[in-house]
């Protein structure tokens, strides 16, 4: 059979949902999800041009696909545009005639391409293609006390959570709207035009956090994320839940504070551990792409666990690669991942 490469258009809206059904079967909102992860993203110049590339039968079936979203970061002083790719699948009975590796070809051209989220097997697709891996972001867990982690050890011997009364699971909606830690005090914020967007550091990757984008991705969805604000204006998080192994975590989805100020991030980490213990949630999780902040979690108590999320990137990137060994090179976090679309399933 041949197959060919296409780009989504919207006669095949609806095809291309029912397709993405068929495959993430978990996905109970898919077409709400198509809507604000490609559709409602600030970034798309055209909303009838969807980045998604779509492998088709001769009759026009769908039997795969390659979604980029349209992505801005800071490098180097300025601010450029690129993509961020996002489910790369094609159906079993079709992966031997190439098409996948046309597929995925075609979205690397699309420069500078970013693969935030990227499996061992896709990072050795890209690093095929001509892409460099340039950073690994952890998971750093905080739990409350040593019930958590008897209902960890438990979920991970027997391989099932243990029940729980379920007051004793967290709850959002007892998340107060104001808390203070260490002498800075975190506002919840419902809308927040007066954020400016700006750089982690002229020397890091970091994506755009524009007042645009921090409402379209957070404050549209109070229904999954809190964003709360420091008072001096100059950083924030976002919490979220995050159902992990049978336990009930509060995830800073994303956070912004000034480049390197240590004392900013104890704060951070300090409200978030409140909002958790205010909410009964089991405890905290974030994740980390650079070295500073990963000094910082061990020194508030967060312990690594789990595999590396891989980063990979391909473009006209001053690559460094000592920064990068340093885990000194590129900054995102949960929300610069479509695994944070999950919400949504």
Excluded at 103 to 125: D, K, N, W
Excluded at 170 to 179: C, E, I, S, T
Excluded at 292 to 315: E, H, N, S, Y
Excluded at 317 to 336: C, E, G, Q
């Amino acid at each position: 059979m041949t197959l060919s490469t296409r780009w989504l258009t919207p006669d095949r809206f609806q095809d291309y949902i029912a397709f993405t059904q068929q495959i993430y079967p978990q996905r109970r909102h898919v077409a709400e999800r198509f809507r604000v992860q490609v559709l409602d993203n600030p970034f798309l110049h055209d909303k009838t041009r969807p980045v998604v590339l779509l492998a088709c039968t001769e009759t026009g079936g769908i039997v795969g696909h390659y979604g980029l979203s349209p992505v801005r970061f800071h490098l180097g002083g300025s601010q450029q545009e690129g993509f961020s790719g996002f489910d790369f699948l094609v159906l079993p009975e079709h992966r031997q005639g190439g098409v996948g590796r046309e597929l995925a070809a075609t979205a690397l051209s699309h420069e500078p391409y970013f693969g935030i989220g990227a499996t061992p097997v896709a990072e050795h697709i890209y690093l095929k293609l001509g892409a460099t891996t340039v950073g690994h972001m952890h998971r750093f867990f905080w739990l409350r006390g040593p019930v958590q982690l008897l209902y960890l050890a438990g979920e991970m011997a027997l391989g099932r959570a243990w029940p729980r009364q379920p007051e004793s699971v967290g709850d959002r909606a007892r998340l107060p709207v104001q808390v203070t830690a260490q002498g800075v005090t975190w506002t919840r914020q419902t809308r927040w035009p007066e954020w400016q967007d700006a750089a982690w550091s002229p020397q890091v990757i970091s994506f755009s956090r524009s007042a645009q984008f921090l409402t379209y991705r957070f404050l549209e969805h109070p229904q999954h994320y809190h964003l709360y604000a420091a008072a001096s204006g100059d950083a924030y998080f976002v919490a979220r839940r995050y159902p992990w192994r049978g336990l009930a975590l509060l995830c800073l989805a994303d956070y912004r504070l000034p480049p390197q100020d240590g004392a900013a991030l104890d704060a951070l980490l300090a409200a978030a551990k409140r909002l958790a213990r205010a909410g009964r949630f089991d405890g905290v999780v974030v994740y980390s792409s650079l070295h500073f902040v990963d000094a910082r979690l061990r020194v508030g108590g967060f312990r690594r666990m789990g595999q590396p999320t891989i980063v990979v990137a391909k473009g006209d990137l001053p690559l460094d690669a000592a920064r990068i060994a340093a885990r000194d090179y590129v900054f995102v976090t949960l929300a610069d991942c479509d695994q944070d679309f999950a919400i949504f399933d």
